[in-house]
């Protein structure tokens, strides 16, 4: 079997084959493996999320019919079972979201490639695929030069287009387009958006934190964190709403986001409290002592309200709960953590193999679908890799007694 990208999805495929007595060489463009896994990681590995599994499923948005078998048959709590198989405990922060402990990759991958080794898994890097030979054999260039394998069963685990420097540039999307593999544009996901601040406004603001807020749009709400960047805002929250707002973007050429700035206190409530506060006082004092918020907030409402708004209790309360911001574009593919696009789910049969290339699987970032931050995208690379390989492993059985699916 080959298994070509060794990231986290072409590893955890391998490790299942290979766990089957199938013999497994895993080919990789990068000098070492996993490095977008171990970029990951440094701002602590976030492996997958706690919550109830059939929430968990929403995450996926469109693509959730099709995610979920893969999630179902490996689970969140499958995942964690099999980090802790690695010698490495979890835990489950504030937010819900599950990290090893020590918060790092580095660790989790130097076991798991001990594991490989163990089960006689081959990594073969500065392999970089180049599509295939006239005889059907994958082609590949290496330091040595150009070189033919001959595989039985092969699964493609290149990643999206998002971190070229780190092997997933999406220079596969032509080599499948050349196959008649019907392909949908690479979009970034889980990236930042353009908001037209003022000069005076990133200069106070820039790098600035906005805490236990709710984003509201379309009449979808997440609830998180952001930051304000000189172009914009990023951060979880977003990029749960990512989607539709890129869409409306695309659409209608900018999309009017709402922030709750005190999501755990209703109108009612918060227009109590500030109209106990003295009318003489700041807008800064006011709102740090009726309702405690501090920081980059006072300058976020002045720099898109107009001041009659701030200045009576009933106003500012609405503002607070409902702030519009106007969002223009979204971040382009080189500063996003993720992409949608890729091969469309229905060039896929349910064990993750293309039709129109039998014996050839696809699976992770390679697929049309998306999720936000938050363990989402590790958990489906994962999961979708245990399903390609059992599908490769069944695949394998159908070819060896002559019986070809697909």
């Not at 309702?291 to 309200?305: D, H, K, T, Y």
């Amino acid at each position: 079997m080959a298994i070509i990208g060794a990231g986290p999805a072409g590893l955890m495929a391998a490790e299942a084959l290979a766990g089957k007595g199938i013999a497994v060489t895993v080919y990789d463009a990068m000098p070492s493996p996993a490095r977008k896994f171990l970029m990951a990681g440094r701002g602590g590995l976030n492996i997958t999320h706690s919550e109830p599994l059939d929430r968990f499923l929403t995450r996926y948005g469109a693509a959730a019919a099709v995610v979920a078998p893969w999630i179902r048959r490996f689970t969140p709590d499958d995942l964690r079972a099999w980090v802790h198989g690695l010698g490495i405990e979890t835990f489950v922060g504030s937010s819900g979201r599950v990290f090893p402990v020590g918060l790092k990759a580095s660790p989790l991958l130097r076991a798991w490639l001990r594991r490989l080794d163990g089960l006689g898994v081959t990594l073969k890097a500065r392999h970089r695929w180049t599509g295939w030979t006239d005889d059907g054999a994958l082609a590949f260039d290496t330091p040595e030069g150009p070189l033919a394998v001959a595989a039985d069963a092969t699964l493609l685990a290149l990643g999206g287009a998002s971190w070229p420097r780190l092997g997933s540039d999406g220079g596969w999307a032509p080599l499948l387009a050349a196959k008649g593999i019907d392909l949908a544009p690479f979009r970034a996901a889980n990236a930042g958006f353009d908001v037209a601040w003022s000069p005076a406004f990133i200069e106070r603001a820039e790098g600035q934190p906005l805490k236990r807020i709710a984003l509201s749009f379309a009449g979808q709400t997440s609830r998180g964190e952001a930051v304000v960047t000189r172009t914009g805002l990023e951060g979880g929250a977003l990029y749960a709403l990512g989607a539709p707002l890129r869409e409306a973007i695309a659409r209608d050429g900018q999309a009017v986001l709402h922030i709750d700035l005190k999501p755990d206190l209703d109108l009612a409530a918060i227009t109590a409290r500030l109209a106990k506060a003295p009318p003489s006082e700041s807008l800064k004092n006011r709102l740090r002592k009726a309702l405690g918020l501090e920081g980059v907030i006072p300058a976020l409402l002045r720099e898109g309200v107009p001041p009659a708004d701030l200045a009576t209790p009933s106003a500012l309360a609405q503002r607070l709960k409902a702030l519009p911001i106007t969002l223009a574009a979204i971040r382009p593919m080189d500063r996003a953590i993720s992409t949608a696009g890729g091969i469309t789910l229905t060039e896929l049969d349910d064990h993750l193999m293309l039709r129109r290339l039998p014996g050839v699987f696809a699976v992770g970032e390679m697929l049309d679908w998306e999720a936000p931050t938050g363990g989402y995208l590790l958990q489906a690379c994962f999961s979708g890799a245990v399903a390609a390989a059992e599908g490769m492993a069944g695949w394998l059985n159908d070819w060896r007694v002559g019986a070809f699916p697909g």
